[in-house]
């Protein structure tokens, strides 16, 4: 069942088996109010177990580009379009919010992106990227990183 991220109420609905449950809500709400903001698009989850294909494509990227496979469990994923550019979401239990964007028509503007929930430890998966911190309202201190992807999908 599908879920509209509600960035004014921030609520952990479907994040619950989370240790940074509240940090990993507002980084959703975080990512939902700028999509709402720049793109007037409400930002929809699904749960990681009715989205397989979502896993798919993003583990593909992750494991052909950086041989990256994370050991945390996915827990809900977002798929969707604005203007020329493709997002993929996951959210996964131990605070990670990855995206994915890519870009339908410049191979120049596709990256994968790390935000790391306040409270959770570096995974050892990314262990040799640099995180810089950004302040939010919404999230409290967010680490984020990203690579940006060579390959085509």
């Given at each position: 069942?599908?879920y ?12 619950e ?14 990512e939902?109010?700028?999509?709402m903001?720049k793109?007037?698009h ?13 896993l798919?494509?993003?583990n593909r ?13 996915p827990?809900?994923?977002s798929?969707?379009?604005?203007e020329n550019?493709?997002f993929t ?6 605070g990670?919010g990855?995206n994915v ?6 191979s ?9 929930s306040?409270?959770?430890e570096?995974?050892a998966?990314?262990g040799k990227?640099?995180?810089a911190?950004?302040?939010?309202k919404?999230a409290?201190?967010i680490r984020g ?6 390959g085509q999908?």
């Amino acid at each position: 069942m599908s879920y509209i991220v509600d960035f004014k109420n921030v609520s952990t609905v479907g994040l619950e088996s989370s240790p940074v449950a509240e940090a990993l809500a507002g980084l959703r709400a975080n990512e939902a109010r700028y999509f709402m903001t720049k793109y007037k698009h409400e930002f929809t989850v699904i749960p990681a177990s009715e989205s397989q294909e979502n896993l798919d494509y993003v583990n593909r990227i992750l494991k052909e580009e950086r041989n990256i496979e994370f050991a945390a469990k996915p827990l809900e994923t977002s798929q969707f379009q604005v203007e020329n550019i493709q997002f993929t979401y996951v959210f996964y239990e131990d605070g990670l919010g990855l995206n994915v964007m890519y870009t339908v028509d410049d191979s120049k503007k596709r990256a994968v992106g790390f935000k790391l929930s306040e409270g959770m430890e570096v995974p050892a998966e990314l262990g040799k990227f640099k995180f810089a911190r950004q302040k939010s309202k919404l999230a409290g201190t967010i680490r984020g990183s990203f690579f940006v992807i060579k390959g085509q999908y």
